[in-house]
Structure formats: structure tokens, C-alpha cells
């Protein structure tokens, strides 16, 4: 039998607790993690993957379930990370 570390029998309590196993605060409904630490997680994997999130007026279906709301946040959000957004296409 493998010697478990302190860290992990620590997260492994916290997920059989329905914590987050890096804070411990009530996890989200999808994996051992919470709401903040899940996000992180999924913007680390598309950086991993050299994935780059969807930007309106560019080629590509946007993601399902967006409200104009959640499109104007997105725009927000991607412009303060330095994407340059164009609502009009370029014309040939």
C-alpha cells in the first residue's frame, strides 16, 4: 500500500465532506471543487491546451445558452485580459 501524503488524505476528507479540496469552502456541483477553484482550473487546462475562449464577431459558434447579458460580461471580461473585440466583421 502507497504512503499517503498529509496534503492528499487532507483533500480526500475535504471532497468526502462535500468541501473544495484546495479551500474548503461548499463545493460547486461538478468536481471536488468550489465555484472560484473550478474556474481557475478550467482556465488553466485551455491555456495547457492552447485553446482560446470565443469572441464575438469572429469565426465559430458561440457557446450555448448565452444571453446578451452574459455576452456583454464576456466582452468585458476579454477586454480586460487585452483582447482586441470587433463587433463588425472585416469586409473583403
Known amino acids: 500500500m502507497p504512503a499517503k501524503s498529509r496534503q492528499r488524505a487532507w483533500q480526500k476528507k475535504m471532497v468526502s465532506q462535500g468541501r473544495c479540496m484546495i479551500c474548503g469552502k461548499s463545493q460547486g456541483r461538478v468536481s ?22 470565443w469572441i464575438p464577431g469572429r469565426r465559430g ?25 470587433n463587433s463588425n466583421r472585416r469586409k473583403k
Do not use: D, N, W
Not at 471536488?32 to 475562449?53: D, N, Q, S, T, V
Not at 446578451?68 to 476579454?78: E, F, G, H
Open 32 to 53: 471536488g471543487l468550489c465555484a472560484l477553484h473550478y474556474r481557475k482550473h478550467l482556465i488553466r487546462m485551455r491555456r495547457m491546451k492552447g485553446c482560446e475562449p
Open 61 to 85: 459558434r458561440p457557446p450555448v445558452g448565452r444571453t446578451s447579458q452574459t455576452l456583454a460580461r464576456l466582452k468585458k471580461q476579454l477586454r480586460e485580459m487585452g483582447y482586441r473585440i
